[in-house]
């Protein structure tokens, strides 16, 4: 209905479990769009909180890969705490 879809870190559709961890974060209700918009300003990615601990990202529907990157661990610290995150990386030297 939006022309979205979302995928997991290989490009493939992602399972049941991980789309249960991504709407555990419905729980914020109203919040967890105010906080969407400060966070995804300054993620590299664009890649919105719930879909950093999903491993998933929201892609357009028609969406082909532009190729391929490395999968890296990235460190992220807020709320007091640190959580480490598999992303993939987009530079340039990826490929």
Known sequence: MAGARI????GERPGIPRLMGRLVFVVGGPMN???????LTGDHNRQ?????????????????PAGLGRVRYRNYTFWGMTFM???????????
Do not use: G, I, M, P
């Open 48 to 64: 919105a909180l719930r879909d950093k601990f999903a491993s998933t990202y929201v892609v357009r529907h028609n969406a082909v």
């Open 85 to 95: 995150f598999r992303e993939v990386d987009r530079s340039e030297r990826a490929a």
């Open 33 to 39: 769009v105010l906080f969407d918009a400060l966070w």
């Open 7 to 10: 995928v997991n870190y290989r």
